[in-house]
């Protein structure tokens, strides 16, 4: 093993004794009289440390890859991928996976649930922790000390003891299956296995309402960059959230009524075990978002926190100068100046959530961490299912702060 | 201008070097992946153990040994570290739990005993590493314990695809379904659109979705990496099914506080036993005829209590299972070697510090209230029968 790493250093120091004949050959032709020798010699001494520490490093990488190759040489363990065309014989709750399909579509079951998590929970924990962070700056005593009691005890304990804890108490909170919850006139349902939500259901021409609804969007859309511009070129009030929403509202109107009721309100209801209607909620994705919602938000909080003291008082004090209110004074002034400066450390807490939802296998929900830990299990091979697991959480990383930074750039100020 | 020369002829001189060297790495660990890869081969396996120079020794030990047997020298290795690394449960009671004292017990915790007092002659001398289902082939594979006893189901695909060898089957189980005792269900049959809790990472949960989906029976499955999550989603009826080898079901059921009932369907055959990585099988070897040893020393009828009353057995298969001397008819006393690598009195050491198959059983499993079934012996109409021993 080592005899490479030995090979290495020879070959390295018979080039370094050539360099220095090199060196001794030509001072005493006189070519180059004046050169210091190598070994005192600033230039070479930075390539040779940059050589050598290539070599290094190399050394380390080859020994354990040849280690890893003869491990798996020696119990005869293929590093192909061709095992993904296999079924996987798993199931994941609440996805219509076969267990005959393939184990890529298993994965891809576990990416999509993964990614279910982080797009709804980052920008809950966001607004969240926006709001704890307001809330520890608050000249309201009890509010502020709330906050800080809040934000120390989820910044200080472990996430996956805060996603068990979230989860045991829904478990406990709330009745199992036969005996749900059944609020608003069974419009929701609450067991400590799902959750159930009113929804809309297509019917006849509910294709064409969807195209009208994109249209409305765009409408709304139209109608906001209108009255920014006039607001900027006039100064008169813009009421661009009022005029956009109404554009929508009224568009969807005369779509909804146009198409005599393209869908209708269904409400969820179990038969016989059957959930029918409306959209249920897995309890365990409840408790996971929940559970990394409430420890990212006391991160988030945080960096909100010291992202506004950062904001020179002298803003505040000219907010009130101009006579703005408390919400106009952190709406206008000191928030966009504050997510300027906690926009990069935001982006860490994003791809920390990426990370931490790996956490949701322990109680039960099947991201793509759980998904690859069921296989492993499954007489799968563990060397390609980890490289699987790294290249997904590394392309969500990447994608997420490429996205950060992206809109990092944009909230900077133009420097001229 | 001269110097600017001079320093671009270093730069390129160095940039030439850097590209020597990488042909010459790269040369050389193509041209000698063979050595190279037998020799860390060799290096790897005693992976738990420091020596200062793994290379050789095991290397000699290749030489030496010109048999068809391929020895990995996981067994001389175990020897010179003088302890058993052993993977099992620290959640299922009766088979692998830790105990009010702190210590690992159980069934399976009991056959890293048996191993370590065949291989070692110390039953104590085992170092129990925890695992959970999912991680229990992971660890196998990179070497990091001897033995895995972890309540293992042996399938083809993990003889096959997971490099895994299983050895004497301990535990003939089945797979079995327990609900609350007033769930109204009688049967699986009965169990369509319930949702059925299930350990992940399990030949259980494999068998859950081939048979129900073979009947039709349509279910939601919750899979928890551990039974520290499982039980209480049970408990709370998270989950109206809990699925799982019954034996371990009944463990189960012993300790809670809820009335339940075990369905009478048994969906599976699950021979649990102790599971060793591929490519030694010196080791395998070892291991298995220190498991099989409790099963003769129970067909025999030696017992820890009585093994002392058979030093001077006059059959002469006892005192060649024990280690005893046997007069060769010329006077001469000589003690039967069968070549295993294991000591001479193996089996004695065995059971007089953990006790035969009967006993381990009784000791772990009959406080659950799990009878011996096919677990019998032989003869008394069971499954378990080893090969003789001579």
Same mark, same amino acid.
Not at chain 1, 91 to 110: F, K
Not at chain 1, 198 to 221: C, E, K, W
Not at chain 2, 114 to 135: F, R, Y
């Given at each position: 093993?080592?005899?490479?790493?030995?090979?290495?250093?020879?070959?390295?120091?018979?080039?370094?004794?050539?360099?220095?004949?090199?060196?001794?050959?030509?001072?005493?032709?006189?070519?180059?009289?004046?050169?210091?020798?190598?070994?005192?010699?600033?230039?070479?001494?930075?390539?040779?440390?940059?050589?050598?520490?290539?070599?290094?490093?190399?050394?380390?990488?080859?020994?354990?890859?040849?280690?890893?190759?003869?491990?798996?040489?020696?119990?005869?363990?293929?590093?192909?991928?061709?095992?993904?065309?296999?079924?996987?014989?798993?199931?994941?709750?609440?996805?219509?996976?076969?267990?005959?399909?393939?184990?890529?579509?298993?994965?891809?079951?576990?990416?999509?649930?993964?990614?279910?998590?982080? +797009?709804? %929970?980052?920008?809950?924990?966001?607004? #969240?922790?926006? *709001?704890?962070? /307001? @809330?520890? $700056?608050?000249?309201?005593?009890?509010?502020?000390?709330?906050?800080?009691?809040?934000?120390?005890?989820?910044?200080?304990?472990?996430?996956?003891?805060?996603?068990?804890?979230?989860?045991?108490?829904?478990?406990?909170?709330?009745?199992?299956?036969?005996?749900?919850?059944?609020?608003?006139?069974?419009?929701?349902?609450?067991?400590?296995?799902?959750?159930?939500?009113?929804? +809309?259901? %297509?019917?006849?021409?509910?294709?064409? #309402?969807?195209? *009208?609804?994109? /249209? @409305?969007? $765009?409408?709304?859309?139209?109608?906001?960059?209108?009255?920014?511009?006039?607001?900027?070129?006039?100064?008169?009030?813009?009421?661009?959230?009022?005029?956009?929403?109404?554009?929508?509202?009224?568009?969807?109107?005369?779509?909804?009524?146009?198409?005599?009721?393209?869908?209708?309100?269904?409400?969820?209801?179990?038969?016989?075990?059957?959930?029918?209607?409306?959209?249920?909620?897995?309890?365990?994705?409840?408790?996971?978002?929940?559970?990394?919602?409430?420890?990212? @938000?006391?991160?988030?909080?945080?960096?909100?926190?010291?992202?506004?003291?950062?904001?020179?008082?002298?803003?505040?004090?000219?907010?009130?100068?101009?006579?703005?209110?408390?919400?106009?004074?952190?709406?206008?002034?000191?928030?966009?100046?504050?997510?300027?400066?906690?926009?990069?450390?935001?982006?860490?807490?994003?791809?920390?959530?990426?990370?931490?939802?790996?956490?949701?296998?322990?109680?039960?929900?099947?991201?793509?961490?759980?998904?690859?830990?069921?296989?492993?299990?499954?007489?799968?091979?563990?060397?390609?299912?980890?490289?699987?697991?790294?290249?997904?959480?590394?392309?969500?990383?990447?994608?997420?702060?490429?996205?950060?930074?992206?809109?990092?750039?944009?909230?900077?100020?133009?420097?001229? | 201008?001269?110097?600017?020369?001079?320093?671009?002829?270093?730069?390129?001189?160095?940039?030439?070097?850097?590209?020597?060297?990488?042909?010459?790495?790269?040369?050389?660990?193509?041209?000698?992946?063979?050595?190279?890869?037998?020799?860390?081969?060799?290096?790897?396996?005693?992976?738990?153990?420091?020596?200062?120079?793994?290379?050789?020794?095991?290397?000699?030990?290749?030489?030496?040994?010109?048999?068809?047997?391929?020895?990995?020298?996981?067994?001389?290795?175990?020897?010179?570290?003088?302890?058993?690394?052993?993977?099992?449960?620290?959640?299922?009671?009766?088979?692998?739990?830790?105990?009010?004292?702190?210590?690992?017990?159980?069934?399976?915790?009991?056959?890293?005993?048996?191993?370590?007092?065949?291989?070692?002659?110390?039953?104590?001398?085992?170092?129990?590493?925890?695992?959970?289902?999912?991680?229990?082939?992971?660890?196998?594979?990179?070497?990091?314990?001897?033995?895995?006893?972890?309540?293992?189901?042996?399938?083809?695909?993990?003889?096959?695809?997971?490099?895994?060898?299983?050895?004497?089957?301990?535990?003939?189980?089945?797979?079995?379904?327990?609900?609350?005792?007033?769930?109204?269900?009688?049967?699986?049959?009965?169990?369509?659109?319930?949702?059925?809790?299930?350990?992940?990472?399990?030949?259980?949960?494999?068998?859950?979705?081939?048979?129900?989906?073979?009947?039709?029976?349509?279910?939601?499955?919750?899979?928890?990496?551990?039974?520290?999550?499982?039980?209480?989603?049970?408990?709370?009826?998270?989950?109206?099914?809990?699925?799982?080898?019954?034996?371990?079901?009944?463990?189960?059921?012993?300790?809670?506080?809820?009335?339940?009932?075990?369905?009478?369907?048994?969906?599976?055959?699950?021979?649990?036993?102790?599971?060793?990585?591929?490519?030694?099988?010196?080791?395998?070897?070892?291991?298995?005829?220190?498991?099989?040893?409790?099963?003769?020393?129970?067909?025999?009828?030696?017992?820890?209590?009585?093994?002392?009353?058979?030093?001077?057995?006059?059959?002469?298969?006892?005192?060649?299972?024990?280690?005893?001397?046997?007069?060769?008819?010329?006077?001469?006393?000589?003690?039967?070697?069968?070549?295993?690598?294991?000591?001479?009195?193996?089996?004695?050491?065995?059971?007089?510090?953990?006790?035969?198959?009967?006993?381990?059983?009784?000791?772990?499993?009959?406080?659950?209230?799990?009878?011996?079934?096919?677990?019998?012996?032989?003869?008394?109409?069971?499954?378990?029968?080893?090969?003789?021993?001579?």
């Amino acid at each position: 093993m080592f005899e490479r790493i030995l090979r290495l250093a020879i070959i390295l120091g018979i080039l370094a004794g050539l360099y220095i004949a090199y060196w001794a050959v030509r001072r005493s032709s006189r070519a180059d009289q004046d050169a210091p020798p190598p070994w005192r010699d600033s230039r070479v001494l930075v390539i040779a440390a940059q050589v050598a520490a290539v070599g290094l490093m190399w050394s380390a990488a080859d020994y354990l890859w040849a280690n890893f190759r003869a491990r798996t040489k020696a119990i005869g363990l293929d590093l192909n991928f061709d095992f993904l065309d296999q079924p996987s014989g798993i199931s994941i709750a609440d996805s219509p996976l076969n267990p005959n399909a393939a184990i890529r579509e298993a994965l891809s079951t576990g990416i999509k649930n993964t990614f279910l998590i982080i +797009i709804i %929970g980052i920008p809950l924990a966001v607004i #969240f922790g926006t *709001l704890l962070g /307001i @809330a520890r $700056l608050s000249t309201n005593w009890l509010l502020s000390k709330m906050a800080t009691v809040y934000v120390e005890f989820f910044r200080n304990i472990p996430v996956l003891l805060v996603i068990v804890l979230t989860w045991s108490i829904f478990l406990n909170a709330f009745p199992p299956v036969r005996e749900s919850w059944l609020p608003f006139g069974g419009r929701f349902i609450f067991n400590n296995l799902r959750f159930g939500f009113p929804s +809309i259901q %297509g019917g006849d021409g509910f294709g064409a #309402f969807q195209i *009208l609804s994109i /249209i @409305a969007l $765009l409408a709304a859309a139209g109608v906001w960059i209108w009255r920014s511009r006039l607001f900027d070129r006039t100064g008169a009030p813009h009421h661009r959230v009022l005029y956009s929403a109404g554009t929508f509202l009224a568009i969807s109107l005369i779509a909804y009524v146009a198409l005599s009721r393209p869908f209708e309100v269904t409400t969820p209801e179990i038969i016989d075990r059957v959930y029918v209607g409306g959209i249920t909620m897995i309890m365990p994705y409840a408790a996971v978002m929940v559970g990394l919602v409430l420890y990212t @938000a006391s991160h988030i909080a945080e960096i909100v926190r010291g992202s506004i003291l950062s904001v020179a008082k002298g803003q505040v004090e000219a907010g009130n100068a101009l006579a703005l209110n408390g919400f106009q004074r952190y709406r206008f002034v000191v928030l966009p100046q504050a997510f300027r400066v906690a926009f990069p450390p935001l982006i860490n807490q994003f791809l920390n959530f990426t990370k931490n939802s790996s956490l949701a296998f322990a109680v039960g929900f099947a991201e793509i961490t759980g998904v690859i830990q069921n296989l492993f299990g499954q007489s799968r091979p563990a060397p390609q299912l980890l490289f699987i697991l790294m290249i997904t959480y590394l392309v969500f990383s990447l994608v997420l702060s490429a996205i950060g930074n992206l809109i990092n750039k944009r909230l900077q100020i133009v420097g001229r | 201008m001269i110097r600017r020369g001079n320093a671009l002829k270093r730069t390129a001189g160095v940039v030439m070097a850097l590209g020597l060297v990488a042909t010459a790495c790269s040369s050389s660990s193509d041209g000698d992946a063979g050595s190279d890869t037998g020799d860390s081969v060799a290096s790897d396996e005693p992976a738990d153990e420091p020596t200062d120079e793994p290379a050789d020794e095991p290397a000699d030990d290749s030489d030496v040994v010109e048999s068809t047997q391929s020895s990995g020298g996981r067994l001389a290795a175990v020897q010179e570290a003088g302890v058993l690394e052993c993977g099992g449960n620290d959640t299922l009671p009766g088979f692998g739990i830790i105990d009010a004292d702190g210590e690992f017990s159980g069934f399976d915790i009991d056959f890293c005993k048996v191993i370590a007092a065949a291989i070692l002659g110390d039953s104590e001398a085992i170092n129990v590493t925890p695992l959970v289902a999912a991680q229990r082939f992971p660890t196998l594979q990179s070497g990091e314990i001897d033995v895995l006893i972890r309540n293992t189901t042996w399938t083809a695909s993990r003889d096959g695809a997971e490099q895994a060898n299983f050895l004497q089957t301990t535990f003939f189980d089945g797979q079995g379904f327990m609900v609350r005792a007033d769930s109204g269900i009688a049967s699986i049959a009965d169990a369509s659109n319930t949702t059925i809790c299930v350990l992940t990472g399990t030949t259980t949960l494999l068998n859950m979705n081939a048979v129900l989906g073979d009947m039709g029976i349509p279910f939601t499955a919750l899979e928890f990496e551990s039974n520290d999550e499982l039980q209480p989603a049970f408990v709370a009826e998270q989950c109206e099914v809990w699925t799982s080898d019954a034996s371990q079901l009944a463990a189960f059921a012993a300790n809670l506080d809820v009335e339940t009932a075990i369905l009478p369907d048994i969906i599976s055959k699950e021979p649990l036993g102790p599971v060793v990585a591929d490519g030694d099988t010196e080791w395998a070897q070892a291991v298995n005829w220190a498991v099989m040893a409790t099963i003769q020393a129970e067909e025999f009828g030696i017992t820890s209590d009585n093994i002392g009353s058979f030093a001077d057995s006059e059959d002469s298969g006892i005192r060649r299972f024990l280690g005893l001397p046997i007069d060769d008819g010329d006077g001469n006393e000589v003690i039967a070697e069968v070549g295993l690598g294991l000591p001479t009195d193996f089996a004695s050491n065995i059971i007089s510090q953990v006790g035969n198959y009967g006993e381990i059983f009784e000791r772990n499993l009959a406080p659950l209230s799990l009878s011996r079934g096919p677990n019998a012996l032989w003869t008394d109409g069971g499954l378990m029968y080893v090969p003789p021993f001579r």
